[in-house]
T-cell receptor, first 114, second 108 residues
């Protein structure tokens, strides 16, 4: 059974460009989480969804960040416009049942903004 | 606000030795998670500890939870090079909060 799928795996873009990261959760999972990982700040929760509805977006750093989940099998995280300080690894994770059950992480997208 | 602190943050040890990673959390929580991350890879769930006194073991790794002390430990027995990775603990209040991770390097 496929795990969490993320694309692209690597993204290099220039400052000011729009970046869209994609995630397909494990089939049947009803919670989806977006995290950002940097050396300085560690692993930060950006936003999470339950049954496609955003529940907590308090970790989204700025209005430049937005996330959507149009259906149970797809989510996007968009940064517009991107800045060099957005460079990080972005992980998507999913879980089943509650927001407290163990989360299964995707492989991550390594974003570099020049 | 929940804070999760791990120590040490970096650990270099010889194969065959035993060591313990500590995870303290600041508020009452009945659940503690341990994850492993290999360099450049994703996070893999190791243990979910659900109650005070819970102990789980997988191979050379053993995790325990003391909710009264707000402390979890990850004990490594007779370390081998393959266990080199970064280990994260996480606890929860209204969402799961991760510690900064312990980077473990096991020397052959």
């Amino acid at each position: 059974d496929a795990g969490v799928i993320q694309s692209p795996r690597h993204e290099v873009t220039e400052m000011g460009q729009e970046v869209t990261l994609r995630c397909k959760p494990i089939s049947g999972h009803d919670y989806l989480f977006w995290y950002r990982q940097t050396m300085m700040r560690g692993l930060e929760l950006l936003i999470y969804f339950n049954n496609n509805v955003p529940i907590d977006d308090s970790g989204m750093p700025e209005d430049r960040f937005s996330a959507k989940m149009p259906n149970a099998s797809f989510s996007t995280l968009k940064i517009q416009p991107s800045e060099p300080r957005d460079s990080a690894v972005y992980f998507c994770a999913s879980s089943l049942g509650t927001r407290y059950t163990e989360q299964f992480f995707g492989p991550g997208t390594r974003l570099t903004v020049l | 606000e929940l804070k999760v602190e791990q120590n040490p943050l970096f650990l270099s040890m010889q194969e065959g030795k035993n060591y313990t990673i500590y995870c303290n959390y600041s508020t009452t929580s009945d659940r503690l998670y341990w994850y492993r991350q290999d360099p450049g890879k994703s996070l893999e769930s190791l243990f979910v500890l659900l109650s005070n006194g819970a102990v789980k073991q997988e191979g050379r790794l053993m995790a325990s939870l003391d909710t009264k002390a707000r402390l979890s430990t990850l004990h490594i027995t007779a370390a081998v090079h393959d266990l080199s990775a970064t280990y994260f603990c996480a606890s929860r209040d209204d969402k799961i909060i991760f510690g900064k991770g312990t980077r473990l390097h096991i020397l052959p």
